[in-house]
């Protein structure tokens, strides 16, 4: 994975992080307010799903671009089909 990938996927997923600290926090109050919850939820969703897109597209820059050279590009879309299957 590119370090540039790598750096963008961490830098996402701190920001979920920093979601579900605050999610934690709201859960000790006993008078958070429950849709104010479900929109941090909600952002942590939404941050997970930018680390796994900034994920996939190093993969697919890297890996799937270069699978047809290689000659295993069969294989790579039968993995890839799999992973993404699995959510």
Do not use: F
């Amino acid at each position: 994975m590119p370090g540039d990938t790598r750096k963008q996927a961490a830098r996402r997923l701190a920001i979920a992080r920093g979601h579900l600290d605050s999610i934690r926090r709201a859960l000790e109050d006993p008078d958070v307010y429950c849709l104010d919850v479900l929109q941090q939820l909600k952002a942590v969703q939404g941050a997970l799903n930018g680390a796994a897109t900034v994920v996939l597209r190093g993969h697919l820059q890297v890996h799937v671009t270069t699978a047809a050279a290689r000659g295993d590009a069969a294989d790579l879309v039968d993995e890839l089909m799999d992973v993404l299957a699995a959510r």
